[in-house]
């Protein structure tokens, strides 16, 4: 039983440090959440191009992922700063479907 109780607890301590290695940092959620909508939401809606697009469409690490390789179409994120992109990044990451407060972007 005390085997276990320690197993458990070097499970739990494995699972909150890889969660926070694979964090983002210095963005800001709260201007990502209104820069998505600005200039992400006309591609990202039922029925446009890029089809419908909220933070739940993916988990934490496939959003980190998707910006570190840079998988976007470049041409769309011309325009936006690295910080900018960072903060579209923060926000997405802080609410995907795994998070602790996963949201949409309403």
Partial sequence: ???QKHLLIGLLIL???STSV?????????????????NCKTCHVE???????????????QWERYFKKKKH???????LTEQELLDINQFLFDHAVDSDQPETCG
């Fill in 15 to 17: 699972a909150v440090s």
């Fill in 22 to 38: 694979m964090a983002v940092e210095g963005g800001n959620p709260r201007k990502g959440k209104y820069l998505f909508k600005k």
């Fill in 73 to 79: 179409n470049p041409d769309s994120w011309s325009e």
């Fill in 47 to 61: 029925g446009a191009e890029g089809g419908n697009l909220t933070p739940l469409e993916k988990t934490m690490s």
């Fill in 1 to 3: 039983m005390k085997m």
